[in-house]
């Protein structure tokens, strides 16, 4: 396993259009979290799963920011009516059910112009 | 207010010297995790801290907690070229294993022949 990856590595998008990234864990890694980090900032997390059921979201993600992880293995964010303020690296970790140690992934940087 | 906070945020050491980074949080966590993170990529794990009085060592870099102070410390030792990147600090919000993680502001280390 080569670890966690995410996909697009870089999107560009305009103002009121809807992304979606996506982020596959580690395999045998049953918890999957997402973060988004802004320049000069340390990451912010946002949700996190346990498998297939979504455990935590954080009052950063607004009605228009969706997580999904449907078969309990990678994991999908969306961002609807993207907003200048959603530019951001967006990043993906993984870990084991005790959670101690997370490991992230390359991320996702967006641009919304 | 949940807070974790690092100190220096930025640090210029000389190659050969010595520094320590702090990193005071508001949590009850009983663990802490180093990252580190290279300019536009993703987190390192450096170390998990588990408990009170847990120290580990990785090369040039040895970190420490004590949770009664709620401080950790990442000490570098005769610093190279190669350490510089950023560095961060992170607790367990809720103080629990669940994973929502609260990253310091990062401390931005530069080293210079």
């Known amino acids: 396993d080569t670890g966690v990856s995410q996909d697009p590595r870089h999107k560009i998008t305009k103002r009121g259009q809807n992304v979606t990234f996506r982020c596959d864990p580690i395999?045998?890694?049953?918890?999957l979290y997402w973060y988004r980090q802004t320049l000069g900032q340390g990451p912010e997390f946002l949700t996190y799963?346990?498998?297939?059921?979504?455990?935590?979201k954080s009052r950063l993600l607004s009605d228009r920011f969706s997580a999904e992880r449907p078969k309990g293995s990678f994991s999908t964010l969306e961002i609807q009516r993207t907003e200048q303020g959603d530019s951001a690296m967006y990043l993906c970790?993984?870990?084991?059910?005790?959670?101690?140690?997370?490991?992230f992934g390359p991320g996702t940087r967006l641009t919304v112009l | 207010e949940l807070k974790v906070e690092q100190n220096p945020l930025f640090l210029s050491m000389q190659e050969g010297k010595n520094y320590t980074i702090y990193c005071n949080y508001s949590t009850t966590s009983d663990r802490l995790y180093w990252y580190r993170q290279d300019p536009g990529k993703s987190l390192e794990s450096l170390f998990v801290l588990l408990s009170n009085g847990a120290v580990k060592q990785e090369g040039r870099l040895m970190a420490s907690l004590d949770t009664k102070a709620r401080l950790s410390t990442l000490h570098i030792t005769a610093a190279v070229h190669d350490l510089s990147a950023t560095y961060f600090c992170a607790v367990d919000r809720d103080g629990g294993s669940q994973g929502n993680l609260i990253f310091g502001k990062g401390t931005k280390l530069s080293v210079k022949p």
């Open positions: 799963f346990q498998n297939e059921a979504q455990l935590e």
């Open positions: 395999s045998e890694h049953n918890r």
């Open positions: 970790a993984s870990s084991t059910a005790g959670g101690n140690e997370q490991f």
